[in-house]
């Protein structure tokens, strides 16, 4: 069966303290691999998009890589305003233009 | 300014009555998508549209119903066979070509049952 699973579930970080997310995947044909921010009571907010093995993407304190059966999302020197859920979501051949989401990994930067 | 608008922010639903959240996109994307979220899980499909006049249903859309009459608009109505509405719903919308098929999402609506 075709799933999309992140761990941990939950992340408490002292600001300053470097970490890394992952996003676990069971899908034929990958397509693309999608991150996204979301803050409570908002939707979601795109940062990344991964299309192959080996590809990287850094956005200021964000850097996301992907290997052929995971993608990790390391957070460099975070601060508070980072704290967030973080979804990852993939696209592949089964599922046309659609996508499956992870559960997320909430994200909590303390000062 | 572009994006994706949703309305209202809040809806409260009655037993028995049917509800419209509203999805407006200025973005002149193709696909538009309704999703639902739920504490602890990920996003479910709800229905989703690649064009105009026509639309698939998700994995969970049972007991929901959406119209594309328009390219800039796909609203959602919660039926009364849906019985357990109260969750977090997301509206997103892509340019609909597989090569930079981002999506991208609205500020969402909590509905909640009275």
């Known amino acids: 069966e075709d799933q999309v699973t992140q761990s941990p579930e939950a992340l408490r970080l002292q600001e300053g303290e470097s970490s890394s997310l992952n996003c676990s995947y069971t899908v034929s044909g990958l397509r693309g691999l999608f991150w996204y921010r979301q803050d409570p009571g908002k939707g979601p907010e795109f940062l990344f998009t991964?299309?192959?093995a080996g590809e990287e993407k850094e956005k200021e304190r964000l850097k996301a890589t992907l290997t052929k059966k995971e993608s990790f999302l390391h957070i460099t020197a975070p601060k508070p305003e980072d704290s967030a859920t973080y979804l990852c979501?993939?696209?592949?051949?089964?599922?046309?233009?659609?996508?499956?989401f992870g559960p997320g990994t909430r994200l909590s930067v303390l000062p | 300014d572009g994006g994706i608008t949703q309305s209202p922010k809040y809806l409260f639903r009655k037993e028995g009555q049917n509800v419209t959240l509203s999805c407006e996109q200025n973005l002149n994307h193709d696909a538009m998508y309704w999703y639902r979220q739920d504490p602890g899980q990920g996003l479910r499909l709800i229905y989703y549209s690649q064009i105009v006049n026509d639309f698939q249903k998700g994995d969970i859309a049972e007991g929901y119903s959406v119209s594309r009459e328009k390219k800039e608009s796909f609203p959602l109505t919660v039926t009364s066979a849906q019985k357990n509405p109260t969750a977090f719903y997301l509206c997103?919308?892509?340019?609909?070509?597989?090569?930079?098929?981002?999506?991208?999402f609205g500020a969402g609506t909590r509905l909640s049952v009275l």
């Open positions: 979501a993939v696209q592949a051949r089964n599922y046309g233009q659609n996508f499956v």
């Open positions: 991964l299309y192959s």
């Open positions: 997103a919308s892509s340019i609909g070509r597989l090569a930079k098929n981002i999506q991208y």
